[in-house]
C-alpha cells in the first residue's frame, strides 16, 4: 500500500477540511472559562538612594482567569509586576508578590488570580561614589603636514562615578568612549560619552560627558648650528672635538621654536679629568611635546687639555 500516494491524494480538500474543524474547534471553545498561567514581567523601583538592586528574577508566573479568546489576548501585551522598595533593610530581602501590583489590559475581561512565586529574592548593594580622572580614548589622524598638539585635553579632567560598592572599589580611572578622528588639520572640541559597562546595574557619571580638544599644529623642520660644550666637575681639564653640531629639530612648529630658541649648545659632561681620549655620544635633553631631535655628528672625542 503506498501511503504517501493516500496522503497526497486530494490534499486541498484535505487541507480544507483541518481548517474548518479548526475553526470549528476555536468557535466550541472560545467561551470556555479557564485558568491560564502567563509569563509576567517584573518590574522592581528601588526608591533607596543607599542602596543598588544588583540581582533579581526577570520574570514570574501570574495565573489568569477568563474566556480562552479573552485569555489569548494577554500573548499579545505581556503583563508586568511593579513593585516599589522604598526602604531596603540589608543585603538580602524577600519580597511578597500581591496580585494587586500586576498590570495588563484590563478591557480583556481577565482577572489575575495568583502568582507564582508568590515571593522573591531580591539582592541589593550599598551605593558608592568616587571621584576619578578621566582618559580619552581618541584615535587621532592628522591631515598630511600636520601633527597633533599631545596630550589632548579633557574638561573635567574627572567626574564622578557611581556604582554598587563591589564594583567602585577596582576603579583607578574611566575612559571615554572610543572614537576615531581623522584628517585633521584644524583644533578639533568634540563633546564624547563615558564609557560605562551596561553590565554593572546602578552605573552612573556626574557630568556624563566630557569636552576633549585635539589640538594641531602644522609641521616643521629647523636647523642649527651650535657649540658642542664641556661641562663637569672635570670640564676645565677636557676639551672635545668637533667644537660644533648641527641639531636637527622636526615636529610641530610651535614646539620647535621655543625648543630652538632656548637651545644654547650641546653639552658633554666630563665628570673626571681625563688620562686620554676617549668617545661619548652627543644628546640634548628630552623635549616635551611633538618633537624629533637629531644631532650631527652623532659621537664626539673628549681629550685631556695640554
Known sequence: MNWRAILLENIGFKLAAFVVVAMLWVSVTADERQAQPVPTALSVE????????VESPGDVSTTFQGRNRELLGLLMERPVVS???DSVTGEQMRVALPVDRVEYNRDLGVVPSFISPPAVDLRFERRRSIRLPVVADVETVPAPGFTVVQP????????TVRGPASWIEGLTRVSTRSIRLEDLSTTVMRDVPLELPASVPGVEADPSAVLVTV????LVVRE?????RVTGAAGEFARVRPDSATVTLRGAALVVEERAASLEAVDVVVPNRPERAY???LRLEAVEGPVGVTVEPATATVEPRT
Not at 46 to 53: P, Q
Open 46 to 53: 528601588v526608591t533607596d538612594t543607599t542602596w543598588i538592586l
Open 83 to 85: 513593585l516599589q522598595v
Open 152 to 159: 589632548l585635553t579633557v574638561e573635567p579632567e574627572s567626574v
Open 215 to 218: 589640538s594641531l599644529d602644522s
Open 224 to 228: 642649527l648650528r651650535v657649540p658642542v
Open 279 to 281: 668617545q661619548v655620544t
